[in-house]
C-alpha cells in the first residue's frame, strides 16, 4: 500500500510499517494508530477500507512535506548567512567534517565545469561590438 509516497508492507505490524514513511518514528507511530482506533501490532492488509482511508489522511496531517521543507529552509538560511556550513552545502562538499582528499570526488569533478561555464558567460557579456 502506498502513503505518502511510501510503499508499505502488507504483512508487517502496522506500528512498523508506518515508520517506514519518513518523519514518523515510533512515538507518532502510535498515536497514529490510537488516533485511528487500531491496534499496533495488526497488519496493514487486514484493515477496512475506512480505516486505510482514516490512517492515510491523519499520516498527510501528521507529516506533510512540512519537515522536508524545514529542513531546506535551515540550509538555506545557513547559505544567506555565508556560515561555514552553509557555503560546504551550496559546494555540495561535505559540511560535517569528513575528509575531501579522496571521497567527494563527483561534486571536484562537477565544480570545474560549472566555474568554466561562468566564466566563459562572464567574457560573452564583457565583448564589445
Do not use: W
Not at 99 to 123: A, D, E, F, H, M
Amino acid at each position: 500500500m502506498l502513503i505518502l509516497g511510501t510503499h508499505l508492507n502488507q504483512n508487517q505490524p502496522l506500528l512498523v510499517s508506518l515508520q517506514s514513511i519518513f518523519g514518523l518514528n515510533n512515538t507518532k507511530a502510535l498515536k497514529i494508530c490510537s488516533l485511528v482506533g487500531v491496534n499496533p501490532n495488526a497488519r496493514l492488509a487486514k484493515l477496512r477500507v475506512n480505516q486505510l482511508n482514516k490512517l492515510t489522511r491523519i499520516c498527510r496531517e501528521e507529516v506533510e512535506t512540512s519537515l522536508t521543507r524545514h529542513i531546506q529552509n535551515d540550509v538555506q538560511r545557513l547559505v544567506q548567512l555565508k556560515h561555514y556550513r552553509g557555503t560546504r552545502h551550496m559546494f555540495g562538499l561535505p559540511s560535517r567534517g569528513q575528509r575531501t582528499r579522496t571521497n567527494g570526488q563527483t561534486s571536484k569533478k562537477i565544480k570545474p565545469v560549472l566555474s568554466s561555464i561562468s566564466r566563459l558567460s562572464g567574457k560573452v557579456k564583457g565583448r564589445k561590438g
